[in-house]
């Protein structure tokens, strides 16, 4: 297979694995790999990750995607990459090697503590500065926490050697052979720690969670130069790093999402719905975040964005934890035994509920059991909490916006599913959009990357190259929808009584 002169190579670095995509200008994807790591769970509700194993999955992706084409890797004209976001990492500037296990964005240990700052008053104050609630999702609320309680980061700090970093900087410092310490604007947008309207670290919110400026990246646009590489096995020195975003606004430019109102909701370990609200910073009234979405160009672009933690990790839990189905794809035909989930509610809740309701301490749960409960049941549950939690989400945008959502744009590995996306559409009564390319969370990185390196002159050259798949119309009666609601509501009351 010969490709193309013009490959960008993309670097999705999720939360259960990593994706390489090589991808020419024409936005053909030549090859991808994608692996797997370890899941780290010391203590119930604490979520980690080996920076190491996120490095080897990244060098393995890498040379397996250009082994399956067989291009010369000098053909790689750029690198994009697309991160989980609130994911937080600590290692030495001096010798590069990781001083303890990354916090992953899922982790809860420092609900007490965001309870603490509630108390006192500060989250309004915060939400007005970063556009963010005080919650354990955040990064700031775990870099105050490894300070406290890890003695190697509190050392290294103390002697300056510390580097802070979301995913994105720790995986530049790597390609960089240690050249560069930076993120960009919409990754620390999602850190509790930078301000939304000077685009800046914020000196006030340091103080407030102690945290010392000497550990912190630079912060550069979305599609600036971050580094080139130097030593990477199986990649030539000086490709450029030109594209990086955070996996949720990765996806919104992805699903060519350019224009301000529209919106995207991408399945994967959980469920992110974000609306593009164009240079206008919007402030919710429903407990939605306000974000960076990028920035290029010297222009921000901002989103409204609500999340619900556990969407496709619920499905996964059926495969291993309970061993109802042996492959996560097997979970639609199971679900499809059933019409209905014959009053079983699912309450998606594994590592606290998000937005609107803003539960960290919250579990996972199945109401409405009976003995004529199947394993179909269970698994039709499930994929109807999925929907049932992205509803209350879009609801609150609703009201946020003061108008209804016309339509939806659904991308991620479980948008694949057809039963989750027709319960969606039919709860929501808005179409829902399914773009041929689902992977458009590695597909924003490509955009980024490539408008980095002017493969792509402007935004608008992006939407032309957006394909539907298939479009989902609602379909259910009104009275079955209410019932669905109606129960959805009165599980929720055992969780958030008010």
Same mark, same amino acid.
């Given at each position: ?8 190579? /993309? ?36 979520? $980690?990750?080996? *920076?190491?194993? &996120?490095?080897?999955?990244? +060098? ?13 890797? %000098? ?12 994911? #937080?990492?600590?290692?030495?500037? =001096? ?7 990354? &916090? ?7 609900? $007490? ?9 500060? @989250? ?6 970063? !556009?963010? *609630? ?15 309680? *890890? ?25 960089? =052979? ?8 919409? %990754? ?21 969670? @102690?945290?010392?400026? #000497? ?11 971050? !580094? ?12 450029? &790093? ?33 609306? %593009? ?10 407990? +939605?975040? #306000? ?11 901002? /989103? ?7 969407? !496709? #990790? ?46 960290? %301490? ?31 989400? +879009? ?11 016309? =339509? ?5 590995? /479980? ?43 402007? *935004? ?24 669905? +609601? ?13």
């Amino acid at each position: 297979m010969t490709a193309s002169k013009n490959v960008i190579l /993309a670097i999705d670095q999720g939360t259960t694995g990593t994706t390489a995509l090589l991808v020419d200008t024409k936005l053909k994807i030549l090859a991808s790999h994608n692996e797997e790591f370890r899941q780290i769970f010391p203590q119930p509700g604490w979520v $980690e990750h080996h *920076l190491n194993d &996120i490095w080897r999955s990244t +060098l393995k992706c890498i040379q397996s995607a250009l082994k399956k084409v067989k291009i010369s890797s %000098n053909q790689i004209i750029a690198i994009g990459i697309t991160n989980q976001r609130e994911t #937080s990492c600590f290692w030495s500037k =001096s010798t590069g090697k990781p001083l303890c296990n990354a &916090i992953v964005w899922q982790d809860r240990r420092t609900s $007490e503590y965001c309870l603490k700052l509630k108390d006192a008053g500060k @989250e309004s104050w915060v939400q007005q500065k970063t !556009g963010l *609630l005080l919650d354990p999702y955040f990064s700031g609320t775990k870099v105050h926490w490894a300070l406290e309680h *890890l003695s190697a980061v509190r050392k290294s700090a103390d002697q300056s050697d510390c580097a802070f970093g979301t995913i994105d900087s720790f995986l530049i410092h790597k390609l960089t =052979s240690g050249g560069a310490h930076v993120t960009e604007s919409s %990754n620390a947008s999602r850190t509790l720690l930078f301000n939304l309207s000077t685009l800046d670290w914020d000196p006030e919110l340091l103080e407030l969670f @102690e945290i010392p400026t #000497s550990i912190l990246p630079q912060v550069l646009e979305s599609t600036a130069l971050f !580094g080139k590489t130097r030593k990477v096995p199986g990649l030539p020195d000086g490709i450029p &790093i030109h594209g990086v975003l955070g996996d949720q606004q990765a996806a919104l430019l992805g699903q060519a999402c350019i224009q301000e109102g529209m919106a995207k909701c991408t399945y994967g370990t959980g469920a992110f719905i974000l609306l %593009n609200t164009g240079s206008v910073i919007r402030k919710s009234q429903h407990k +939605l975040l #306000s974000t960076v979405a990028w920035k290029i160009g010297g222009n921000t672009t901002y /989103a409204l964005e609500g999340s619900a933690f556990s969407a !496709g #990790s619920s499905v996964q839990w059926l495969r291993d934890g309970l061993g109802l189905i042996k492959k996560s794809s097997e979970v639609e035909a199971l679900a499809k035994k059933v019409k209905t989930s014959d009053g079983v509610v699912f309450v998606p809740g594994f590592t606290g509920i998000g937005a609107p309701y803003w539960l960290p %301490n919250a579990r996972a749960a199945f109401f409405g059991i009976s003995r004529g409960t199947t394993r179909a049941h269970l698994a039709r549950a499930v994929l109807e909490g999925i929907a049932l939690m992205n509803y209350d989400i +879009l609801k609150a945008m609703e009201r946020d916006l003061g108008t209804k959502l016309r =339509s939806l744009n659904v991308d991620g590995g /479980a948008s694949l599913n057809n039963l989750l996306m027709q319960f969606q559409a039919d709860l929501l009564e808005v179409a829902l959009s399914r773009p041929r390319m689902v992977e458009t969370t590695a597909l924003g990185a490509v955009f980024a990357a490539g408008l980095g390196v002017g493969v792509w002159s402007h *935004l608008s050259d992006i939407s032309k190259s957006w394909k539907r798949d298939r479009l989902f119309k609602p379909q259910m009666l009104l009275e079955q929808r209410e019932k669905y +609601l109606i129960d959805w509501k009165s599980t929720l009351r055992f969780f958030n009584p008010s």
